[in-house]
């Protein structure tokens, strides 16, 4: 194929023009710092450049983000996971581990059956699904923020119930972290999943 | 001064060569280094980065905004394996990385990169001949980057390494061509016999085409700067430079998008860190070439305490950070234009070097005699 060149004009060809304006560009560039569109929070901050610096900045985390799966607490501190199981079972990397409290285990709040005697998550197993935060009855595990999960050793990364309860803290922050358009507060699992059901019913 | 450093340096006055020697290698390496790290950051800035800002003082959490990158850089070097490929001529290959450093090296040696430091004038080697050692030095430096394309024995390397050769024969004629008209002003001895009688002393038994000799032609005024009298031939030397040294918008040998890394290529570790301080140590000597021949070396039009040779060791001192301030200027630029502009293709290149360059230092030649025949 034959490539047709544009003719250039005496000046052009000089590439004086050309060089010069290389300088203003650079230039701009150079002394201006350009506000970037990806890092919302740099928005009002004028002398932004594209780079985020990493350990000190960080990504706004989106609601709805899917990080490291954590335990929660209701209002009253208590733990709220009855030791089903299910996410145990729905878990694909098999990532977590519930050791249940036999017949004769503590339980802290009232209305509970029973609390797990040992709840594991292995993070380096995890690969942040969120089936367990699906199939929860209770609405007691949730994905929250995190993703950066760091550690020494292996052994340091198979998180306990202690650990995960501690990161997860109230359900109301999980609830809001998973905020959904159109319903006021928290995600209300079972009062969507029953108006859903509802709503088939009507519909046949 | 004690007396027996004294004796023992009129004794053996190589000991006085050695130390300038020494001095410039502990200057020039540092200016290496650091090129690099400004190379990295004004790159990084252009092009809406932020750059190397972590490395600062190590085992601390200082960072001075990354200044301690060279030791991070020459450290990471040292440590990477050193791997020399199978299918490499071998001899060939150690060579090259060795011979295209030591020219960048070896042109400092002419270079006045000040006026006098005690009684030494600040010159490692005070040739009458220098510019024809430089020009003849500089020309080494293609054998380097020739070798180490011919030696890795595969195909990107090779290519870099043709066209390597080509690119610096047809810029080196042009270089050339271009300081004879500075020559041809600094050259003449009337204008000497005018100068004060410190610069008489210092320039002594020196020939015209020394390059002391080309400073004190430029320490009158500003005006007598050669670049403002020889643009032309400025322009000219100034973009031969860039192809010399193989800077941006000719790198063709090493042109990273089509070939890898041309002759490098097939180069890890120290040896490719010897071929990356050889690049930037050429640029500090075309930088100096430049300010040597077109910018007024050491002086600075400022009166006297910057135009004539120093008395005392502060001003012999204040002449040489004006000469390394000024190879700054012009590294910054070298850098500058790196991020500037891009590659041109290889007969845009070749047709700039033999169709433009080589017609227009000529005609300047011719123009400049004519000038020097009229004012006659």
């Known amino acids: 194929m034959k490539v047709k ?4 004009s005496w000046l052009e060809r000089l590439y004086i023009p050309s060089i010069l304006n290389g300088f203003k560009v650079t230039m701009r560039h150079f002394f201006s710092w350009k506000r970037s569109e990806v890092y919302a929070d740099k928005q009002s901050n004028f002398a932004a450049k594209t780079t985020m610096q990493y350990p000190e900045e960080k990504w706004p985390v989106p609601t709805g983000y899917r990080g490291a799966p954590y335990l929660v607490k209701d209002v009253d501190n208590s733990t709220k996971c009855v030791s089903c199981q299910l996410c145990e079972f729905v878990c694909p990397p098999k990532a977590i581990r519930i050791t249940p409290p036999g017949r004769d285990g503590d339980v802290d709040r009232e209305g509970a059956e029973k609390m797990p005697e040992a709840f594991d998550i292995n993070m380096l197993r995890c690969i942040y699904c969120g089936f367990c935060q699906e199939v929860c009855p209770e609405e007691a595990i949730f994905l929250l923020k995190d993703y950066v999960i760091t550690g020494e050793n292996r052994e340091e990364l198979i998180y306990d119930k202690e ?5 997860g803290g109230l359900d109301q922050r999980a609830y809001n972290h998973h905020v959904q358009e159109g319903v006021d507060e928290g995600i209300k699992k079972w009062e969507k999943k029953t108006q859903d059901a509802k709503n088939q019913a009507e519909f046949h | 001064m004690p007396e027996f450093i004294t004796e023992l340096l009129t004794n053996h006055p190589w000991l006085i060569v050695a130390i300038k020697v020494l001095g410039v290698f502990a200057v020039v390496m540092p200016m290496v280094a650091y090129s690099v790290v400004a190379e990295r950051r004004i790159s990084a800035f252009i092009q809406d980065r932020v750059g190397p800002n972590r490395v600062g003082i190590p085992f601390t959490n200082i960072k001075l905004l990354g200044l301690g990158q060279p030791l991070a850089d020459g450290l990471k070097s040292f440590l990477k394996e050193d791997f020399t490929p199978g299918h490499v001529k071998r001899i ?28 030494q004038k600040m010159v490692i080697a005070d040739l009458n001949v220098g510019i024809l050692f430089t020009f003849g030095i500089v020309s080494l430096g293609v054998y380097g980057i020739v070798l180490a394309g011919y030696s890795a024995n595969s195909k990107y390397p090779f290519l870099g390494g043709i066209r390597s050769s080509a690119q610096m024969i047809s810029y080196e004629i042009a270089m050339g061509m271009s300081v004879v008209p500075v020559f041809m002003l600094a050259a003449d001895p009337a204008w000497r016999d005018g100068l004060t009688s410190d610069w008489k002393a210092y320039l002594e038994g020196t020939g015209l085409l020394n390059l002391s000799s080309v400073v004190a032609y ?40 089509e070939l890898v890394s041309g ?43 910057f135009n004539t040779p120093a008395q005392g060791l502060v001003q012999g001192i204040i002449h040489i950070l004006v000469f390394i301030g000024k190879i700054a200027v012009f590294l910054g630029l070298m850098i500058w234009v790196r991020w500037m502009l891009p590659r041109f293709r290889y007969d845009q290149l070749m047709n700039i070097g033999w169709k433009r360059f080589l017609p227009v230092s000529l005609a300047n030649i011719i123009l400049t005699a004519i000038v020097l025949w009229a004012a006659a």
């Open chain 2, 92 to 119: 060939y290959y150690w060579m090259a990385p060795a011979v295209s450093m030591t020219p960048s090296f070896i042109v400092f040696a002419v270079i006045p990169f000040g006026s006098m430091l005690g009684m």
């Open chain 2, 218 to 257: 430029q320490s009158d005024s500003l005006f007598s700067w050669l670049i403002f009298k020889q643009p032309i031939a400025f322009w000219i030397f100034l973009i031969s430079i860039f192809a010399e040294t193989n800077r941006l918008p000719f790198d063709l040998p090493e042109s990273e998008t």
């Open chain 2, 263 to 305: 002759y490098n290529t097939e180069y890890s570790s120290m040896r490719f860190a010897l071929f990356f301080m050889g690049e930037y140590a050429a640029m500090i000597a075309g930088s100096a070439l430049m300010v040597v021949l077109f910018c007024g070396g050491w002086t600075l039009p400022f009166g006297e305490y």
């Open chain 1, 163 to 167: 650990k995960l309860l501690s990161l």
């Open chain 1, 5 to 8: 060149r544009a003719k250039l």
